[in-house]
C-alpha cells in the first residue's frame, strides 16, 4: 500500500502485481486505507483468476495484511502468504519499484494537478493501464 498526500486529503492505493507477467491485476484506491479496500482488491482479483492455488502473495506488514479476513480469504483460495522482515523494503523490490515509478511519473510535482479524489483515481486508471 501507499499514500499520497494532496491539499484535498489523503488517499491510499493497495494494487496487487503479478511477478510473473510484471503487471497490476487488481487494485483499489481509497482515502482511508481500511479493511474495506483490501476487500475489494482481492474480490477484484479472485473475480479475473478463479485457479490461485499455490500462488505466493508476498505483501508488507501492514495491519489490513495481517487481518484475520484477509488471510483466510488468501487460505481458502490456496495461496501462500508471504511476508518480510519488519522495516524492510529490500524484501519487497517490485512492488517498490512500482510504486517509485508511479509516484515519479504522475505523482511527485503534478499533486496540484490533482484537485479532487476522482481526478486523481482517473489518473492511476489510465496510469495502471499504461503500466500494464
Not at 10 to 26: F, G, Q, R, T
Not at 74 to 101: A, W
Not at 112 to 120: E, R
Amino acid at each position: 500500500m501507499s499514500q499520497f498526500n494532496f491539499s484535498w486529503g489523503k488517499c491510499y492505493l493497495s494494487p496487487i502485481l503479478d511477478m510473473n507477467m510484471n503487471e497490476i491485476v487488481a487494485h483499489d484506491l481509497a482515502l482511508k486505507p481500511n479493511l474495506e479496500q483490501i476487500s475489494y482488491m482481492l474480490e477484484k482479483a479472485f473475480k479475473k483468476y478463479t485457479n490461485l492455488s499455490g500462488l505466493s502473495f508476498h505483501s508488507d506488514q501492514g495491519w489490513q495484511y495481517q487481518h484475520n479476513y484477509f488471510r483466510n480469504a488468501l487460505k481458502e483460495h490456496g495461496i501462500i502468504h508471504s511476508i518480510p522482515r519488519k522495516e524492510n523494503c529490500y524484501d519487497n523490490p517490485v512492488m517498490e519499484t512500482f510504486f517509485s515509478r508511479l509516484k515519479t511519473e504522475i505523482y511527485y510535482s503534478f499533486e496540484g494537478k490533482y484537485t479532487s479524489f476522482n481526478a486523481f483515481a482517473v489518473a492511476i486508471e489510465e496510469y495502471i493501464n499504461y503500466y500494464n
